[in-house]
């Protein structure tokens, strides 16, 4: 089913930003294409939660905590996804990982992003 490989994480200052990026190479194109991918995040002591979701299509949606801030989109040819991350806060400090919604894919390493005050 392919493994994400996430990238694009790093510290940087409160009211700042950050583009990630995943890709997922070894899957199928059109099973990448049929999925609803999203962008997962883990801070310490915290479960995974989903921040953002992309249909194939493009119709996007958002967790109350990052919407207005965040922005998904996705490059269905060559399996990429990617979150546009503005006016980061402290609180949006954790691991990013991007993966289906219904998690079909191997997690990755995920991206580590620290944002300080």
């Known amino acids: 089913q392919g493994q994400p490989v996430e990238s694009g994480g790093g510290l940087v200052q409160a009211g700042g930003s950050l583009r990630l990026s995943c890709v997922v190479s070894r899957a199928i194109t059109s099973v990448f294409n049929s999925k609803v991918m999203g962008w997962f995040r883990q801070a310490p002591g915290k479960q995974r939660e989903l921040v953002a979701t992309?249909?194939?299509?493009?119709?996007?949606n958002y967790s109350d905590s990052v919407k207005g801030r965040f922005t998904i989109s996705r490059d269905n040819a060559h399996k990429k996804v990617y979150l546009q991350m503005n006016s980061l806060k402290p609180e949006d400090t954790a691991v990013y990982y991007c993966n289906s919604d219904t998690r079909e894919f191997s997690w990755g390493q995920g991206t580590q992003v620290t944002v300080s005050s």
């Open positions: 992309i249909t194939r299509l493009g119709s996007s």
